[in-house]
């Protein structure tokens, strides 16, 4: 872990720790779990795969994330969030609000434009249930889950 240049005030200290335009758009979407460079990357649409490997490496050596190599072939890695970065979590809820009392933009603007919530947020578990699938009610409904061999 690298000490931050600067006044010494913990807040300039945390600010140079999270205060790019990605940091915490990465924790948000690793609040939910550990996710692999490729659904970052669809999750944190427009970023670049380059801004996102170097955003990465920065978190992890801050002690924010930890990358797993499940090798294989082709290459299995994930990352997930340290203890250290769930330390953010509590900070992503006050920004999420905050964004909300501000009218900065609303989730249902993401869920237009993407056509999903992020990651981490609370809407997605009211969105799953109208969306899932009704159990079959009709004899061919429940046939078609059948599969002979």
Same mark, same amino acid.
């Given at each position: 872990?690298? #000490?931050?240049?600067?006044? %010494?005030? =913990?807040?300039?200290?945390?600010? /140079? +720790?999270?205060?790019?335009?990605?940091?915490? &758009?990465?924790?948000?979407?690793?609040?939910?779990?550990?996710?692999?460079?490729?659904?970052?990357?669809?999750?944190?649409?427009?970023?670049?795969?380059?801004?996102?490997?170097?955003?990465?490496?920065?978190?992890?050596?801050?002690?924010?994330?930890? #990358?797993?190599?499940?090798? %294989?072939? =082709?290459?299995?890695?994930?990352? /997930? +969030?340290?203890?250290?970065?769930?330390?953010? &979590?509590?900070?992503?809820?006050?920004?999420?609000?905050?964004?909300?009392?501000?009218?900065?933009?609303?989730?249902?603007?993401?869920?237009?434009?993407?056509?999903?919530?992020?990651?981490?947020?609370?809407?997605?578990?009211?969105?799953?249930?109208?969306?899932?699938?009704?159990?079959?009610?009709?004899?061919?409904?429940?046939?078609?889950?059948?599969?002979?061999?």
């Amino acid at each position: 872990m690298r #000490r931050r240049e600067g006044d %010494g005030c =913990p807040v300039a200290g945390v600010l /140079q +720790l999270i205060g790019d335009k990605w940091t915490m &758009l990465v924790v948000r979407d690793l609040a939910a779990g550990p996710r692999r460079t490729t659904q970052l990357l669809t999750g944190l649409y427009p970023i670049s795969s380059r801004t996102l490997v170097a955003r990465l490496r920065d978190m992890e050596r801050d002690q924010l994330l930890e #990358r797993i190599d499940f090798g %294989g072939n =082709p290459p299995h890695v994930e990352y /997930q +969030l340290t203890d250290r970065g769930r330390l953010l &979590l509590p900070f992503l809820e006050t920004l999420r609000r905050l964004g909300q009392i501000l009218e900065c933009n609303d989730c249902e603007d993401r869920r237009k434009r993407l056509g999903n919530y992020c990651a981490a947020c609370p809407l997605n578990d009211e969105a799953l249930r109208p969306l899932a699938r009704p159990h079959p009610t009709s004899q061919r409904e429940r046939d078609d889950s059948i599969v002979l061999l």
